[in-house]
Nanobody, 125 residues
Framework: QVQLVESGGGLVQAGGSLRLSCAASGRTFSTYTMGWFRQAPGKEREFVAA????????YYGDSVKGRFTASRDNAKNAVYLQMNSLKPEDTAVYYC??????????????????WGQGTQVTVSS
């Protein structure tokens, strides 16, 4: 069993930055693909980023490419999402997720077995 706890959300002006953190429990964390998703009110859950177990491979949704960066520290059982040049349309609840099988379907939320409770990010214009 893996438990995930996100932190770092908040209110920021457009153009600003935030860094989200996700703390994970479990001794096998380092083998999991980790993902970030977001969901705005009335919208479907959207893929934001994924980072494979080694940390060398990262993938991003089209809407955040070039602005967001995912990273992980397996020694600390943590993943991070650095968000720069934030826009009002980035406003959403952001979720951290873990996929213990390392599926190639990292953009699909159904590929992930474990989810955090989410952290709110609000970007004002």
């Amino acid at each position: 069993q893996v438990q995930l706890v996100e932190s770092g959300g908040g209110l920021v002006q457009a153009g600003g930055s935030l860094r989200l953190s996700c703390a994970a429990s479990g001794r096998t964390f380092s083998t999991y693909t980790m993902g970030w998703f977001r969901q705005a009110p009335g919208k479907e859950r959207e893929f934001v980023a994924a980072i494979l177990w080694s940390g060398w491979s990262t993938y991003y949704g089209d809407s955040v490419k070039g602005r967001f960066t995912a990273s992980r520290d397996n020694a600390k059982n943590a993943v991070y999402l650095q968000m720069n040049s934030l826009k009002p349309e980035d406003t959403a609840v952001y979720y951290c997720a873990a996929d213990k099988y390392g599926s190639s379907r990292y953009q699909e939320f159904r590929a992930y077995e474990y989810w955090g409770q989410g952290t709110q990010v609000t970007v004002s214009s």
